[in-house]
Antibody, heavy 117, light 112 residues
């Protein structure tokens, strides 16, 4: 059974940093692109970033470039999102998903990031 | 960016009756490989999104066959042939053909 379990969310002050993790199981992690998608409270879905099978290519939304970095460790079956210079508008539930925007077939339960002073 | 316009915003339906959700893209979603990367997601209250349909009309494993997807040019439709109580939630379309991927604003399906 495919499982994606996010962790690392929490309350952080504006300008602060957080590192989200996603532990994957039930499939061969290194065979899939992986992605992050977020959802602000009561709002719709927004793509954040995705990363190629071997981590050699990464793509992120313009509004997050330079602040958010996606990475992966295939030996640990884990996906990460390093978030720096956080703003109030980054407050959201962050979901880990399997696949690129062509797939996104499995989603984790999400981890809530709250940016507030 | 490609704009995905969903309608209606809210869809009250009677149990057992059909329901249709529309999603219009601001440009063609046909990729250079000939595929159209249009996905439909369901998000039940308090849950994560779940993929229902990929590449316009391919139903995911475990998705009831009352769900179907279709397209006409840049107009895409998700149809529920007979709505059941478990279908309540918000439905999103998403295009993955062009970077960045973009979502429709969502359609909330509720029971009358």
């Amino acid at each position: 059974e495919v499982q994606l379990v996010e962790s690392g969310g929490g309350l952080v002050q504006p300008g602060g940093s957080l590192r989200l993790s996603c532990a994957a199981s039930g499939f061969t992690f290194s065979n899939y692109w992986m992605s992050w998608v977020r959802q602000a409270p009561g709002k719709g879905l927004e793509w954040v970033a995705n990363i190629k099978l071997d981590g050699s290519e990464m793509y992120s939304m313009d509004s997050m470039k330079g602040r958010f970095t996606i990475s992966r460790d295939n030996a640990k079956n884990s996906l990460y999102l390093q978030m720096n210079s956080l703003r109030a508008e980054d407050t959201a539930v962050y979901y880990c998903t399997r696949g690129s925007a062509w797939g996104a077939d499995y989603w984790g339960q999400g981890t809530l990031v709250t940016v507030s002073s | 960016d490609v704009v995905m316009t969903q309608s209606p915003l809210s869809l009250p339906v009677t149990l057992g009756q059909p329901a249709s959700i529309s999603c219009r893209s601001s440009q063609s979603l046909v990729y250079s490989d000939g595929n159209t990367y249009l996905i439909w997601f369901q998000q039940r209250p308090g849950q994560s999104p779940r993929r229902l349909i990929y590449k316009v009309s391919n139903r995911d494993s475990g998705v009831p066959d009352r769900f179907s997807g279709s397209a006409s040019g840049t107009d895409f439709t998700l149809t529920i042939s007979r709505v059941e109580a478990e279908d309540v939630g918000v439905y999103y379309c998403m295009q993955g053909t062009h970077w960045p991927p973009t979502f429709g604003g969502g359609t909330k399906v509720e029971i009358k």
